[in-house]
């Protein structure tokens, strides 16, 4: 069945940057792009970029643009996401989801603080 | 960027009938920004109910249903149950290929 396992929770500093993995499994991974959604607590969801798993480009919104990268190792059939610069408002919980599937990672809260 | 907007809260009786809708300030929702919907409990993942507008994962309870409606995309809820409770999210997506999310509906059960 279809799996995506994210990395475990993180502590940064403001001004580090951080990276989050999903590993894929139980589909062919290059079919589907996989989308990073973030949740601040209390908060709405927010759509944060996208990558096509096949030819490995990118979208990203607006309000990320420049601080994100979305990257992601076919072999490993893993998508990572990097967010640089980062404040205490990043403080969220990120997902990832090939959002076509209607399958999502279990999150992964990051936390700012200094 | 677009604002999605969606009813910040509704209430539905069990067994009732509760339709959410989900707007574009683009102009009306169509079948082209293929609507998605997004169920949320306290601390779990969102859980995918419906995509393209109308279509049903193998999870999705029978009860929900997506459709378009008077220029919004629409999430309607039949026979309500307690377990419904929950915050509900859509998803539009647009020409820039950069989707965009709503601001959720908290619907309870009451």
């Known amino acids: 069945q279809v799996q995506l396992v994210q990395s475990g929770a993180e502590v940064k500093k403001p001004g580090a940057s951080v990276k989050v993995s999903c590993k894929a499994s139980g589909y062919t991974f290059t079919k589907y792009a996989i989308h990073w959604v973030r949740q601040a607590p209390g908060q709405r969801l927010e759509w944060m970029g996208w990558?096509?798993?096949?030819?490995?480009?990118?979208k990203f919104s607006q309000r990320f643009q420049g601080r994100v990268t979305i990257s992601r190792d076919t072999s490993a059939t893993t998508v990572y996401m990097e967010l640089s610069s980062l404040r205490s408002e990043d403080t969220a919980v990120y997902y990832c989801?090939?959002?076509?599937?209607?399958?999502w990672g279990q999150g992964t809260l990051v936390t700012v603080s200094s | 960027q677009a604002v999605v907007t969606q009813e910040p809260s509704l209430t539905v009786s069990p067994g009732g009938t509760v339709t959410l809708t989900c707007g574009s300030s683009t102009g009306a929702v169509t079948s082209g920004h293929y609507p998605y919907w997004f169920q949320q409990k306290p601390g779990q993942a969102p859980r995918t109910l419906i995509y393209d507008t109308s279509n049903k994962h193998s999870w999705t309870p029978a009860r929900f249903s997506g459709s378009l409606l008077g220029g919004k995309a629409a999430l309607t809820l039949s026979g309500a149950q307690p377990e419904d409770e929950a915050e509900y999210y859509c998803?539009?997506?647009?020409?820039?290929?950069?989707?965009?999310f709503g601001g959720g509906t908290k619907l309870t059960v009451l």
């Open positions: 998803l539009l997506s647009f020409s820039d290929a950069r989707p965009v």
């Open positions: 989801t090939p959002v076509t599937t209607g399958y």
């Open positions: 990558i096509n798993a096949d030819n490995g480009n990118t």
